[in-house]
């Protein structure tokens, strides 16, 4: 196996060589964009370094799918940022507020395609699996995005429900991209079945510590605006846990509790910084911050225990351990 610093910089070479047509320029220009932001390119490390622990022969046939991976997840991004009124990513404008919504979506659309034909790279032998697995993913994360739209009408979200949502909507992605670099590899089902779980609770982790950071995290390493979460009401577990432990104590001493987090909600977005405040005190009256660290840790844990019971070898387990530790380790 290679060091996964000779990995990293190879899908950071094959990134840099990637070519966008000139034309439309309203098309691509965007594209580009959003791809020379940068980002940590987790999705396509995970796949190059799970086709690693099999096969030594790196070359298009594996660097063009795991790159489609990063580039369907950007596509993801510039929706995503639509629907949520973003105004930035990664410290710079989102590509709606550079350009508008119509350039966005189209230029994004794009970006979906071509991860399709960047998948088509994969040797012919596993081209069905890799495909079909790709798929899938990419389904399941539109009926992700979509129940996350219908948490924003509702205030009676239950835990389960947000880890259901945050599993098709982030965890499913990273779940194929632990699982793909394997399946393209020829590794049997029973490992690839073991890398899919790893990404998967390893996917659920990385979420509720976005959820964390978005809210305790430090604007400059993180790359936006803290406490938008917050500012928008948006169902995260930090919130929908906050709700759940309200009721609680609501319930065993008579409290107000409930009443008191739904006055801070009620406060307006142009409250600004007095509400992110105000909320994240209400958070930590309640230990939340604390509570969100520990449900990382489990999910963590779950993730490491799926490598465990792949059938991996113990070289390869470290290999994909050090991943997941780089990941709920993380400031941004």
Same mark, same amino acid.
């Given at each position: 196996?290679?060091?996964?610093?000779?990995?990293?910089?190879?899908?950071?070479? &094959?990134?840099? *060589?990637?070519?966008?047509? !000139?034309?439309?320029?309203?098309?691509?220009?965007?594209?580009?964009?959003?791809?020379?932001? @940068?980002?940590?390119?987790?999705?396509?490390?995970?796949?190059?370094?799970?086709?690693?622990?099999?096969?030594?022969?790196?070359?298009?046939?594996?660097?063009?799918?795991?790159?489609?991976?990063?580039?369907?997840?950007?596509?993801?991004?510039?929706?995503?940022?639509?629907?949520?009124?973003?105004?930035? *990513?990664?410290?710079?404008?989102?590509?709606?507020?550079?350009?508008?919504?119509?350039?966005?979506?189209?230029?994004?659309?794009?970006?979906?395609?071509?991860?399709?034909?960047?998948?088509?790279?994969?040797?012919?032998?596993?081209?069905? $699996?890799?495909?079909?697995?790709?798929?899938?993913?990419?389904?399941?994360?539109?009926?992700?995005?979509?129940?996350?739209?219908?948490?924003? %009408?509702?205030?009676?979200?239950? =835990?389960?429900?947000?880890?259901?949502?945050?599993?098709?909507?982030?965890?499913?992605?990273?779940?194929?991209?632990?699982?793909?670099?394997?399946?393209?590899? @020829?590794?049997?089902?029973?490992?690839?079945?073991?890398?899919?779980?790893?990404?998967?609770?390893?996917?659920?982790?990385?979420?509720?510590?976005?959820?964390?950071?978005?809210?305790? @995290?430090?604007?400059?390493?993180?790359?936006?605006?803290?406490?938008?979460?917050? =500012?928008?009401?948006?169902?995260?577990?930090?919130?929908?846990?906050?709700?759940?432990?309200?009721?609680? $104590?609501?319930?065993?001493?008579?409290?107000?509790?409930?009443?008191?987090?739904?006055?801070?909600?009620?406060?307006? !977005?142009?409250?600004?910084?007095? $509400?992110?405040?105000?909320?994240?005190?209400?958070?930590?009256?309640?230990?939340?911050?604390?509570?969100? &660290? &520990?449900?990382?840790?489990?999910?963590?844990?779950?993730?490491?225990?799926?490598?465990?019971?792949?059938? =991996?070898? !113990?070289?390869?387990?470290?290999?994909? &351990? %050090?991943?997941?530790?780089?990941?709920?380790?993380?400031?941004?």
């Amino acid at each position: 196996m290679l060091k996964l610093e000779q990995l990293y910089s190879l899908i950071d070479q &094959e990134a840099s *060589r990637l070519k966008w047509p !000139e034309e439309p320029k309203l098309l691509y220009d965007p594209l580009r964009y959003m791809m020379d932001m @940068g980002g940590k390119r987790l999705r396509p490390r995970l796949c190059l370094t799970s086709y690693n622990l099999f096969k030594d022969d790196i070359g298009e046939h594996i660097l063009s799918p795991a790159l489609a991976l990063e580039v369907f997840h950007n596509f993801t991004l510039i929706h995503d940022d639509i629907m949520d009124n973003a105004d930035i *990513r990664r410290g710079v404008p989102t590509v709606y507020r550079k350009w508008n919504d119509n350039i966005a979506i189209l230029s994004g659309d794009t970006m979906c395609l071509w991860a399709f034909k960047m998948i088509g790279k994969a040797p012919k032998q596993t081209l069905d $699996k890799a495909l079909n697995l790709f798929t899938k993913t990419t389904i399941e994360v539109c009926e992700g995005q979509q129940m996350d739209m219908d948490f924003e %009408t509702r205030n009676d979200v239950s =835990l389960d429900e947000y880890i259901k949502m945050i599993g098709l909507k982030t965890s499913v992605l990273l779940a194929c991209s632990s699982a793909m670099g394997a399946v393209i590899a @020829g590794a049997p089902d029973k490992i690839c079945e073991g890398l899919y779980s790893f990404g998967y609770k390893l996917g659920i982790a990385f979420q509720i510590q976005d959820d964390w950071l978005d809210s305790f @995290g430090d604007e400059k390493t993180f790359g936006k605006k803290i406490g938008g979460d917050i =500012l928008n009401n948006k169902q995260t577990w930090l919130l929908i846990k906050c709700r759940e432990m309200a009721q609680e $104590k609501d319930r065993q001493n008579g409290s107000q509790t409930s009443s008191r987090l739904k006055e801070l909600l009620a406060m307006a !977005e142009t409250s600004g910084e007095e $509400k992110i405040k105000a909320v994240k005190e209400f958070y930590c009256s309640l230990e939340i911050d604390r509570l969100a &660290e &520990e449900a990382v840790n489990a999910y963590y844990t779950e993730a490491m225990q799926s490598l465990k019971n792949s059938g =991996l070898k !113990e070289d390869q387990i470290r290999q994909m &351990e %050090t991943i997941a530790t780089s990941l709920v380790k993380r400031n941004r």
